[in-house]
């Protein structure tokens, strides 16, 4: 039994690190779902810094803005299928 969960748990780590369509796109619907949270997140940051002032959290704030930007600028200019060309590249 300890056998068989092991030897499931290494195929789909080596097929996570194979980079398989399937496990990629996981990854893409993952990172879209984060960045909605990212905002939330930093939504809360700060209405909380309008209602206790502190530097730490009105930088940390904008700093989980910039997160969430970065993660939509790398799920935008990853192509969806192979045929299909970055959104930052289309004409």
């Not at 690190?17 to 997140?41: D, E, H, K, W």
């Not at 209602?51 to 704030?61: H, K």
Request: aromatic content about 8%.
């Amino acid at each position: 039994m300890l056998v068989r969960c092991r030897t499931r748990i290494r195929n789909h780590v080596e097929a996570h690190r194979a980079g398989t369509p399937q496990s990629i796109q996981r990854s893409i619907a993952i990172a879209r779902f984060s960045v909605y949270g990212n905002l939330a997140m930093s939504a809360w940051k700060l209405g909380l810094t309008v209602v206790s002032p502190s530097l730490f959290l009105f930088v940390n704030g904008f700093f989980t803005v910039g997160l969430a930007g970065a993660k939509v600028l790398a799920i935008r200019a990853r192509p969806v299928t192979p045929n299909r060309r970055p959104a930052a590249v289309r004409e």
